[in-house]
Nanobody, 127 residues
Framework: QVQLVESGGGLVQAGGSLRLSCTAS????????????LGWFRQAPGKEREFVATISRSGDLTSYADSVKGRFALSRDNAKNTVYLQMNSLKPEDTALYYCAARTLSLSINYREYDLWGQGTQVTVSS
C-alpha cells in the first residue's frame, strides 16, 4: 500500500516556526522515492487548495508560492524517503491543512496534476 504520511503540524504563535515532514511508505513507492517530484499544498476552510512549494527529484530545484517565498524552505532526503517543509515567520494567514503530494512527470504547481496524496497535517497560527 502506497502512502504519504505528513507530520509536524500544530499550533504556533505568529512569528514562530514549524517543520513539516512527509514520509513515503509502501514497498514500491519507498524503493523509488527519488523518482518522484514532491509538492506541498494547503487548504484553508472554504478556500480552494493552493500551491505552497515543490521540489525536484534530486532536490536541486525548488519553487515556492509568492506568499511563502523567503519564509519557507523545502528539502528532501531520498535515503529516508522524506521531504521537509521548514516554515519560519509564520503568519495567521498560513493557517490551513497542509498536504504532501507526489507525481512522476515533472515539477508542477497545479494540485490537479498530482497522483498521490497524504492525509494532511493541520497548521494553526495564532495572532
Amino acid at each position: 500500500q502506497v502512502q504519504l504520511v505528513e507530520s509536524g503540524g500544530g499550533l504556533v504563535q505568529a512569528g514562530g516556526s514549524l517543520r513539516l515532514s512527509c514520509t513515503a511508505s509502501g514497498r514500491t513507492f519507498s524503493n523509488y522515492f527519488s523518482n518522484y517530484y514532491l509538492g506541498w499544498f494547503r487548504q484553508a476552510p472554504g478556500k480552494e487548495r493552493e500551491f505552497v512549494a515543490t521540489i525536484s527529484r534530486s532536490g536541486d530545484l525548488t519553487s515556492y508560492a509568492d506568499s511563502v517565498k523567503g519564509r519557507f524552505a523545502l528539502s528532501r532526503d531520498n535515503a529516508k524517503n522524506t521531504v521537509y517543509l521548514q516554515m519560519n515567520s509564520l503568519k495567521p494567514e498560513d493557517t490551513a491543512l497542509y498536504y504532501c503530494a507526489a507525481r512522476t512527470l515533472s515539477l508542477s504547481i497545479n494540485y490537479r496534476e498530482y497522483d498521490l496524496w497524504g492525509q494532511g497535517t493541520q497548521v494553526t497560527v495564532s495572532s
